[in-house]
Nanobody, 127 residues
Framework: QVQLVESGGGLVQAGASLRLSCAASGRTFSLYGMGWFRQAPGKEREFVAAIRWSGGRTYYSDSVNGRFTISRDTAKNTVYLQMNSLKLEDTAAYFC????????????????????WGQGTQVTVSS
């Protein structure tokens, strides 16, 4: 099993930056990659970004590409999501996810590609 704990959410103004963290514990050696999803009220959960644990290849949704950066610290078993130039539409609960199996550019955005999920952290962007 792998446990994921997110932190770093909060209330910020549009244009500001925020960094989310996701600390993994347990059988982290079994992980292939980790990602971030978000869910706004009344909307489906959507893919934000992902990173392969080995090699560090990154993937982004079109809506955040160029504004968000995902990174990992393998020594700390932690994944980060640096969010810059935040917009009102970025307001959502952000969930960290981890997967054991290989994923490609198609699989990476599917929630079913991930085996473990955190509880989520709220990000609210105000005008």
């Amino acid at each position: 099993q792998v446990q994921l704990v997110e932190s770093g959410g909060g209330l910020v103004q549009a244009g500001a930056s925020l960094r989310l963290s996701c600390a993994a514990s347990g059988r982290t050696f079994s992980l292939y990659g980790m990602g971030w999803f978000r869910q706004a009220p009344g909307k489906e959960r959507e893919f934000v970004a992902a990173i392969r644990w080995s090699g560090g290849r990154t993937y982004y949704s079109d809506s955040v590409n160029g504004r968000f950066t995902i990174s990992r610290d393998t020594a700390k078993n932690t994944v980060y999501l640096q969010m810059n130039s935040l917009k009102l539409e970025d307001t959502a609960a952000y969930f960290c996810a981890a997967g054991r199996n290989y994923f490609n550019t198609v699989d990476v955005s599917r929630a079913t590609s991930y085996n473990y999920w955190g509880q989520g952290t709220q990000v609210t962007v105000s005008s």
